[in-house]
């Protein structure tokens, strides 16, 4: 008497994933190819610039905040003082 096949394990799904594989006939995906025409030449052009003068955007500068800061002679804390803080 011969045992069914065990699919669960390892050994099992891997010989069920070989049969059909044999099975299966193989396709081969067609790969679309894509055609590119050349560039049309027209022909060579000597342009001469006739400009007398060229405009150019002028850069805008930043415009820098200044921050007055004012110097005390002694810090406005003295060794000792309590500070109230909540949390």
Do not use: C, N
């Not at 006939?25 to 610039?49: L, N, S």
């Amino acid at each position: 008497m011969e045992r069914r096949p065990d699919e669960l394990s390892f050994e099992g799904a891997w010989s069920k994933q070989v049969a059909e594989e044999k099975e299966a006939p193989k396709q081969k995906e067609a790969k679309e190819v894509k055609v590119h025409e050349g560039p049309a030449f027209r022909g060579q052009r000597d342009i001469v610039e006739q400009r007398s003068e060229i405009r150019m955007a002028t850069k805008q500068k930043p415009v820098i905040e200044s921050k007055k800061v004012d110097v005390v002679a002694e810090a406005s804390s003295k060794e000792g003082d309590d500070f109230d803080v909540e949390w």
